[in-house]
């Protein structure tokens, strides 16, 4: 007889748990959505560090070796995207992460540092919550890819992109300002 079956129990009770003990393996799943995002962060490692490599080559190549290419219009957009690239990476990462920490158990190296480390999650909120810090951050770093290549036709044209930083400067004081009273 099952150990954990009383005597005049009804069978419900085995199948229940059978159904508990399934529910409970199904928390698993979610290494669908963290191996991926554990791949794709690899990947754009890889591909924004092939996109710095090729900076710095063009870059000994114009000074070294007598270049004709001038660099001088592609260098900092293509440094800036590829730092947006290694947002997204981080992103996936801390997405990964938190979502395997949250639903299949705690990453033990991760439980030796700070609370506020990026990897360590205790609710669905804190993930989000450090998930939209770099993706707001992400943001910042593609505005400042296009504020780059801006080219004033009036003066409207300067007029409306100091509102923008501003617009920008505001929302990142609010955000961090909500983030300190959620902090206390």
Known sequence: MDEDKKPGQPSAIAGERQFESLLWGSRL???????PSLLGATVLFLIGTADIIKVVIDTVVYYLGGGTQDIHDTVVPSVI???DIYLVAIVLLIFGSGVYR?????????ESHATSHPFNVNSFDQLKDKIARVVILAVIIEFFR??????FQTPLDAIYLAVSVLALAASLFLM???HRKFDH
Do not use: C, E, K, T
């Not at 799943?29 to 191996?35: K, T």
């Not at 949250?102 to 991760?110: E, G, T």
């Open 29 to 35: 799943l979610v290494m669908l959505a963290v191996i």
């Open 81 to 83: 995207l590829a730092v």
């Open 102 to 110: 949250l639903f299949v158990s705690p990453i033990d190296q991760a």
């Open 146 to 151: 296009a504020v780059v290549d801006i080219r």
């Open 176 to 178: 961090n300002h909500a």
